[in-house]
């Protein structure tokens, strides 16, 4: 089975810093990566993703990730953050010829204006 | 929007009763998944369904049944509701360009 690690479990900032999370999954094989917003008292919302081709996928409001094989990774990236960009941030990994989809434990975001 | 709605969206019952959460979808995707939501867990499989009575389990199904009699419905039923089953259920479908999976507005379930 596949599993993902996310590293970071609270994060603060302040608007305009950069923001980098950390995603890290286990599985050998081919996979498909996601992530995921959550907005407080919301549902979860895809933000990106990625299937094959360019490791570095744009995704919606500003969001980037970048796939790394070798290391295992796809780490989320926003250059210059917003106090609406405070939410839980999920990442999720899907073997590409398995029916299952692995989400990390999530990391909140906050955003001080 | 994935077209799917989640009934209860809230729910208070009390231990040892059964509960059922209905997952309802109006774009005839084959796959369907219930997942529930806990801090410091994040979501966590319980049960998915590959078509019309096709069901298989996922990581945290003890205490969980489903049930799928049509493409459109989804159900999950506690079958004797436990203070550990106080959780976010959210219901998915797995969206038919590429593996992508799109979910519900969750239900909020809370066993006292």
């Known amino acids: 089975a596949q599993s993902v690690s996310q590293h970071n479990h609270h994060v603060i900032l302040s608007e305009a810093a950069s923001l980098e999370l950390g995603c890290n999954y286990s599985?050998?094989?081919?996979?498909?990566l996601f992530w995921y917003v959550q907005y407080p008292g919301q549902h979860l919302q895809l933000l990106l993703k990625y299937f094959s081709g360019d490791p570095l996928v744009k995704g919606i409001k500003g969001f980037e990730a970048e796939f790394i094989k070798s290391k295992f990774s796809f780490n989320l990236r926003k250059p210059s953050v917003q106090w609406s960009d405070t939410a839980e941030y999920f990442c999720?990994?899907?073997?590409?010829?398995?029916?299952?989809?692995?989400f990390g434990t999530g990391t909140s975001l906050t955003v001080i204006p | 929007d994935a077209g799917i709605t989640q009934s209860p969206r809230h729910k208070v019952t009390e231990t040892g009763t059964p509960v059922t959460l209905r997952c309802h979808q109006t774009?005839?995707?084959?796959?369907m998944y219930w997942y529930r939501q806990d801090p410091g867990h994040g979501l966590r499989l319980i049960h998915y369904?590959?078509?019309?009575?096709?069901?298989d389990k996922g990581e945290v199904s003890d205490g969980y049944s489903v049930s799928r009699s049509k493409t459109e419905d989804f159900l999950l039923t506690l079958e004797s509701a436990t203070s550990s089953q106080t959780s976010v259920y959210f219901c998915?479908?797995?969206?038919?360009?590429?593996?992508?999976?799109?979910f519900g507005e969750g239900s909020w379930l809370t066993v006292v």
């Open positions: 369904s590959y078509g019309v009575k096709d069901t």
């Open positions: 999720a990994v899907n073997a590409n010829t398995g029916n299952q989809f692995y």
């Open positions: 998915a479908i797995r969206g038919t360009q590429g593996n992508t999976i799109y």
């Open positions: 599985y050998g094989g081919t996979v498909n």
């Open positions: 774009e005839n995707h084959r796959y």
